[in-house]
């Protein structure tokens, strides 16, 4: 089968990689003329980083945690137990670009494509937030602004740390430590996020800043002979923003179907697997309604507990805290659930 994907980004090459693994030789079409990573928090998780085939990606990986962290205002913290990675992602996509050639795979760079009309075959778009390919298929998605600085500094972490203030972002803010360098950002506005690093105490030296929009919630990945994944679909998930998972599952599913000869169920079976679920709207509309005041009492009931080690009975108590509606908590607990599994 003929299979082109547009865009040599994450979601481009591990569905390259995926494809070259089940036998098909795909080919790529690239509009840089040296792969260079968007913004990204370059986090990751193991389980995800080895669903990638071929070789150890970790070698990429210049720090690997234990845990996540939690912070709730307060003083409060929680932890997620869960191997993970933050990647150097820019070298790691030159590295997959390698691995794609050398399996078989077919890599063009430097072209633009301003149109998927008259590309036969099987078409992927993987070209990011603001896709061609997208465009032709009808796909809607909604955005987030993130902001992120890229640090010197000596700040000592905890995990890889994620911050629920409402003071800072309607979401979320974040330090991810990258082998003596910092990934430090929030979902929102760089007023805010310089306030963030301001209240922490970061110092050190600001080495690049990046902005970019996090599109989710995507509506249609298909139609005709094109299929979206990555940001172009809006597959990010909607409560973490982290699309890494969603790109490795979704590249699963369209091999699987490309393998049946059941291409046109592509758009069923990515909107029937629990990278998107139904419950992360309401998930995120909840979370969104979230005061600094219910997050504070939540980080009571939670401080210094493990979050995917809870007990039955921890659960419920959480459920009926009167913190918020046991039935917002259900959907919290449900989006949050799922996410942890796969959205990073």
Not at 8 to 20: N, R, S, Y
Not at 96 to 115: I, N, T, Y
Not at 120 to 145: I, T
Not at 205 to 224: D, H, M, S
Request: proline share 3%.
């Amino acid at each position: 089968m003929n299979i082109t994907i547009i865009g040599a980004g994450p979601g481009g090459l591990i569905t390259g990689l995926k494809l070259l693994e089940a036998g098909f030789e795909p080919k790529i079409i690239e509009k840089q003329e040296a792969l260079e990573s968007t913004l990204c928090g370059e986090g990751i998780s193991a389980e995800t980083l080895g669903m990638i085939p071929f070789r150890d990606w970790s070698e990429f990986a210049p720090q690997t945690f234990g845990h996540a962290t939690f912070f709730l205002p307060g003083g409060y913290r929680c932890y997620a137990k869960k191997k993970c990675f933050t990647m150097d992602r820019t070298p790691w996509l030159r590295a997959m670009s390698k691995e794609f050639v050398k399996r078989g795979g077919s890599l063009e760079m430097g072209r633009k494509v301003e149109s998927v009309n008259g590309i036969g075959g099987l078409v992927v778009g993987a070209d990011g937030p603001f896709s061609v390919a997208a465009k032709f298929v009808g796909n809607h998605v909604q955005r987030m602004a993130g902001v992120q600085y890229r640090m010197k500094s000596d700040y000592e972490w905890d995990g890889m740390e994620f911050y629920l203030d409402k003071t800072y972002s309607q979401e979320y803010s974040w330090i991810f430590a990258k082998g003596g360098l910092f990934n430090v950002g929030l979902l929102g506005y760089q007023k805010d996020l310089e306030q963030f690093i301001k209240d922490k105490n970061l110092g050190g030296e600001i080495l690049k800043k990046e902005a970019y929009n996090i599109p989710f919630f995507g509506t249609r990945v298909q139609k005709e002979n094109v299929v979206l994944t990555g940001d172009a679909a809006g597959i990010t998930n909607p409560l973490t923003k982290g699309g890494m998972a969603a790109i490795v599952h979704a590249a699963d599913i369209l091999t699987a179907c490309i393998k049946e000869g059941k291409i046109g169920e592509y758009q069923y079976r990515l909107f029937a697997h629990p990278v998107m679920a139904p419950a992360y709207r309401d998930g995120l509309k909840y979370f969104r309604e979230l005061t600094n005041e219910e997050l504070e009492k939540m980080g009571k009931f939670l401080d210094r507990k493990v979050l995917n080690q809870l007990s039955r009975w921890e659960k419920l108590r959480i459920m009926f805290s009167s913190v918020v509606s046991p039935k917002k908590m259900r959907f919290l607990m449900k989006a949050s659930s799922f996410a942890n599994k796969y959205s990073w």
